[in-house]
């Protein structure tokens, strides 16, 4: 499976964007999905999370701000994000839970203050 992150841009403080996922091979029978982050200087970390049921987990710091949502028939997961703030900037990934694929490249999300 090979996952593609796209969707990041720049873009104010308390603006915001929609991040897409798509894999190349069949997740429906994947267990979870996530989208994680990663900060210049910092670990990557999960952001937030969705089960095959729909069931999701958010990191404290997006709940609220962020909604993870996926369509298995179209091999796509997404990340609504809204109310950005500076801290947010950080390269975007998708991957299963726990990862086990190629991270990719990721797609950068800068928001400026």
């Known amino acids: 499976v090979q996952l593609q992150a796209f969707g990041g841009g720049l873009v104010q403080a308390g603006g915001s964007l929609r991040l897409s996922c798509a894999a190349s091979g069949r997740i429906f029978n994947i267990n979870a999905m996530a989208w994680y982050r990663q900060a210049p200087g910092k670990q990557r970390e999960l952001v937030a999370s969705?089960?095959?049921?729909?069931?999701?987990y958010y990191a404290d710091s997006v709940k609220g701000r962020f909604t993870i949502s996926r369509d298995n028939a179209a091999n796509t997961v997404y990340l609504q994000m809204n109310s950005l703030k500076p801290e947010d900037t950080a390269v975007y990934y998708c991957?299963?839970?726990?990862?086990?694929?190629?991270w990719g490249q990721g797609t950068l999300v800068t928001v400026s203050s």
């Open positions: 969705i089960t095959s049921g729909g069931r999701t």
């Open positions: 991957n299963a839970v726990p990862a086990r694929y190629n």
